[in-house]
């Protein structure tokens, strides 16, 4: 592709946006132009015929098809009115109130530490789940470029934001993969944009294999504020399991970790082997696709296969029940606002729970709440500390950070990790299928905690890594505005490989949208990033998480209606914005371009023309010379 101009392919315009490396498709239309899975989906392509391969043989996930895909179109999944009364009609958006996004579980893996466990993958059969259903959660190939995933996915936020500006983004939990400190501080030092050594220990491979080379971050956009939530990985050994003593000794060691054999949840007791279990393995980063190397029983050794040790490696959280050292390395940033909004005073299982308000002019507040397991019980199960919770403690500083929002008449969402009651999936509408917290009965409660402040909105959350929309109407149908939504953000490592992007508008009728959008990462092909979305693809389907016949994007965009007490109607009189189109700047070989539908709002540093009432022009948009390129402005869609 060219850089001259804008190119037009039927209704497709696809743009380069200033000195960024990768492409957008924007459809524009009478109403504006959008970006993200409503334009176009990345989707698998069908397998009709196959061979069974191993999760091991990487190179035939691109043979055999397994990590083939394709763009097709866009989907819309249309008004949501679940929470709605029976015989309302839609209204029609008047003001815009708050633009963010959410990205999740990206699982920055350390793959050369000697105690994360990738052997239970590698090793496993095709079509199989393997120990606890750990196979693809333990290794995936996308493992070797999670880094460089976060790093496009931020370049792709950086661009959406040139073209309509984000108030705001969130990341909701598991950073880390295996709660290493190192691993928390490639997430933060990419969301900075400095230079990344994406390698651990002897960092093979670093001068000579694409995914371990060192490279500069591109950082957040600096007047983007981003905000964090804890996850149970972000704790928790491989995300289920207590850090015992031995598993701290073995994370800064040179010892590949001696792990118990399957079956069961054997692999999360390491404190059963001793000399009769199994090795974990370690990725060889010299290889092209990570290959595990060191792993396989005990008694296959002759001396302990041994890694290059590295402090850095050492567990983040030293005590899950105040993770206070987890919320201290968010205050050594550059990017804003420190600290991320944790608070640097914070102590017990409340370390990691606050509150903002976005934006000062609308009655918006963000509660974030850690739901994660506390217990520092390490012989409890993996299902507990993998699981949600919440403590009397929490339980409190939540229906104290609700009832405030209610009296001081603000509309909140609640951001937490762990979603709850959520469905299984799209499909699936039976909410007793697919808990998440250890104890059904605290879930339930929490429901109808939820259930008793009419200004929710909704709850935000990750760890199931899927795309799932759960409604939860009123439990009175006289008071619809008692029901709110919750809504998932899927991984940023494995399939769909998606973040969200989000838009609250205030309605004619007073009433809320919350119009959600999720957006594919855009990456280069040849790029590690590029290759962990066709390698990530190609490790669900052998392990058959998605069906080789699947062609579903797994993508969810929809706009949710949520009805508003009198009171909050009354108070949101007036505020938001009016609707813009977005506009976009296309460095071209004659000089940058703007294009634009409707009435330019703002001419910052241009000179010429002289702007006036352009026409809407939906199959011919106006262009103008720009004195500079990376510029960008909106219009108003009147």
């Not at 039927?10 to 490396?21: D, I, T, Y």
């Not at 015989?87 to 109130?97: F, G, K, N, P, S």
């Not at 105040?322 to 299982?349: A, I, N, R, Y």
């Not at 012989?379 to 699981?387: C, I, L, R, V």
């Amino acid at each position: 592709m060219e850089r001259s101009g804008l190119l037009w392919s039927g209704g497709w315009r696809m743009v380069v946006l200033g000195g960024w490396l990768g492409l957008l498709a924007l459809q524009v239309s009478g109403a504006g132009v959008e970006v993200g899975t409503r334009q176009r989906t990345l989707v698998p392509v069908e397998l009709p015929t196959y061979t069974p391969i191993a999760p091991s043989n990487v190179a035939a996930y691109v043979e055999e098809g397994y990590a083939q895909w394709q763009w097709e179109g866009g989907t819309n999944d249309g008004v949501r009115l679940d929470l709605m009364p029976a015989d309302y009609v839609m209204a029609t958006r008047q003001t815009r109130l708050l633009s963010f996004f959410t990205i999740s579980d990206i699982h920055i893996t350390d793959k050369e530490s000697p105690a994360q466990v990738p052997y239970f993958g590698w090793s496993a059969a095709f079509g199989t789940q393997g120990p606890g259903g750990l196979n693809p959660s333990s290794y995936s190939p996308a493992m070797c470029a999670t880094t460089h995933l976060l790093d496009t996915t931020v370049q792709t936020i950086n661009a959406l934001h040139r073209l309509a500006p984000f108030h705001f983004g969130m990341a909701l939990g598991d950073f880390c993969n295996s709660g290493q400190y190192n691993e928390l501080r490639w997430f933060i030092d990419v969301m900075d944009g400095k230079t990344i050594v994406p390698s651990s220990g002897a960092h093979l491979g670093a001068d000579m294999i694409d995914y371990q080379k060192p490279y500069q971050a591109a950082g957040l956009d600096p007047s983007i504020p981003w905000y964090a939530v804890i996850g149970n990985h972000d704790q928790f050994w491989m995300g289920i399991g207590y850090p015992t003593e031995k598993v701290r000794q073995a994370l800064v060691g040179s010892n590949v970790l001696e792990i118990a054999s399957p079956p069961g949840y054997g692999p999360l007791v390491p404190e059963a082997s001793e000399g009769q279990g199994t090795y974990v393995g370690v990725v060889d980063g010299t290889t092209t696709y990570g290959d595990v190397i060191h792993w396989g029983p005990t008694n296959d050794f002759a001396v302990p296969p041994t890694v290059a040790a590295d402090p850095n490696r050492h567990i983040i959280t030293e005590n899950v029940a105040s993770p206070t050292d987890f919320v201290g390395e968010f205050f050594k940033t550059t990017s804003k606002p420190v600290g991320h909004g944790f608070l640097q005073d914070g102590t017990g299982s409340t370390a990691a729970c606050y509150t903002f308000e976005p934006l000062a002019n609308v009655p918006i507040r963000m509660i974030v709440l850690d739901d994660t397991c506390k217990a520092d019980e390490p012989g409890q199960s993996p299902t507990f500390y993998g699981a949600g919770w919440v403590d009397d403690a929490r339980y409190a500083w939540l229906t104290n950070e609700l009832q405030r929002g209610q009296s001081d008449e603000m509309l909140m969402i609640l951001a937490a990790h762990i979603p709850v009651c959520p469905q299984e999936s799209l499909t699936v509408t039976n909410k007793t299928v697919g808990r998440q917290f250890y104890d059904p009965v605290v879930e339930t409660n929490l429901v109808a905690t939820l259930h008793r402040y009419p200004n929710l909105l909704m709850l935000i959350a990750g760890h199931r890594h899927v795309n799932v929309v759960t409604p939860f109407p009123s439990p009175d149908p006289a008071h619809p505005e008692c029901g709110f939504w919750e809504v998932e953000t899927p991984s940023l490592r494995d399939f769909p490989i998606q973040f969200r992007s989000w838009e609250i508008f205030l309605n004619s009728d007073t009433n809320i949208s919350i119009v959600t959008t999720d957006v594919d990462p855009t990456t280069q092909p040849d790029s590690p990033a590029g290759k962990a979305v066709s390698l990530g693809l190609g490790a669900l389907r052998v392990y058959s998480s998605i069906e080789l016949t699947n062609t579903a994007s797994h993508a969810y965009n929809a706009e949710l209606v949520k009805q508003l007490t009198p009171a909050m109607q009354a108070k949101l009189a007036g505020c938001g914005e009016t609707q813009w189109r977005r506009v976009s700047v296309d460095s071209g070989t004659d000089g940058p371009e703007v294009s634009f539908l409707g009435r330019l709002e703002s001419t910052d540093s241009l000179s010429v023309p002289s702007w006036a009432e352009i026409p809407d022009a939906t199959n011919s948009p106006y262009r103008v010379e720009a004195p500079r390129s990376q510029q960008f402005f909106r219009s108003t869609g009147q």
